[in-house]
């Protein structure tokens, strides 16, 4: 089992940056694939972002050009950049990890709000 611990989140006017770690412990492993989903009030989860381990990167169009997903294997913390923030984007932002078929491990979440 993998523990995850996101943190960052908070209000920010719209136009604001805000950046989500996620760092991960306790198993260790080679090929993964780690995400970042988000689930709005009233809304399904769905996923924002994700990275292998191999650095493949996927966006969902919403956010495409505005967030960036990056991994610091060395802190075992992988990162979600958001730019440009709007309204729509406020959500309970979750990280996820990968290690075969399904994600099996999430973090606890933490709120992002954009609103001025």
């Known amino acids: 089992q993998v523990q995850l611990v996101e943190s960052g989140g908070g209000l920010v006017q719209p136009g604001g940056s805000l950046r989500l770690p996620c760092a991960a412990s306790?198993?260790?492993?080679?090929?993964?694939?780690m995400a970042w989903f988000r689930q709005a009030p009233g809304k399904e989860r769905g996923m924002v972002a994700f990275?292998?381990?191999?650095?493949?990167?996927y966006y969902t169009d919403s956010v495409k050009g505005r967030f960036t997903i990056a991994l610091d294997n060395a802190k075992n913390t992988v990162y979600l950049q958001m730019n440009s923030l709007k309204p729509e984007d406020t959500a309970v932002y979750y990280c996820?990890?990968?290690?075969?078929?399904?994600?099996?491990?999430w973090g606890q979440g933490t709120q992002v709000t954009v609103s001025s």
């Open positions: 996820a990890v990968r290690l075969g078929a399904t994600y099996n491990d």
């Open positions: 306790g198993r260790t492993f080679r090929n993964y694939v």
């Open positions: 990275i292998s381990s191999g650095g493949t990167t």
